[in-house]
Nanobody, 119 residues
Framework: QVQVVESGGGLVQVGGSLRLSCAAS????????MGWYRQAPGKQRDVVAT???????NYADSVKGRFSISRDNAKDTVYLQMNSLKPDDTAVYYC?????????????WGQGTQVTVSA
């Protein structure tokens, strides 16, 4: 079992910045890809950015050039630096962790953190 704890959301004005953090913890598992997803009211949950264990990254087109994902493997922590925020970035942001344990590959989610960008 893996626990996933997010922090760093909040209210910010258009053009501002926020940094989200997500720490994963568990025993007997190896954590692989980590990422961030977001879900706005009435919309589906979509991927924002992912990063593999070796540091390969992938971004949604809507955040390229504005958001940056990184991870600290020693701490099993992933970060999302969000710059030049827009009202469309308003959503609940969820951390996603893929890990392999005795039962094989599993996906774990954090509880979500609200990001609100005010115009």
């Amino acid at each position: 079992q893996v626990q996933v704890v997010e922090s760093g959301g909040g209210l910010v004005q258009v053009g501002g910045s926020l940094r989200l953090s997500c720490a994963a913890s568990g025993t007997g598992v190896t954590i692989y890809t980590m990422g961030w997803y977001r879900q706005a009211p009435g919309k589906q949950r979509d991927v924002v950015a992912t990063v593999t264990k070796i540091g390969s990254t992938n971004y949604a087109d809507s955040v390229k050039g504005r958001f940056s994902i990184s991870r600290d493997n020693a701490k099993d922590t992933v970060y999302l630096q969000m710059n030049s925020l827009k009202p469309d970035d308003t959503a609940v942001y969820y951390c996603n962790v893929n890990a392999i344990g005795d039962g094989g590959l599993d996906t774990y989610w954090g509880q979500g953190t609200q990001v609100t960008v005010s115009a």
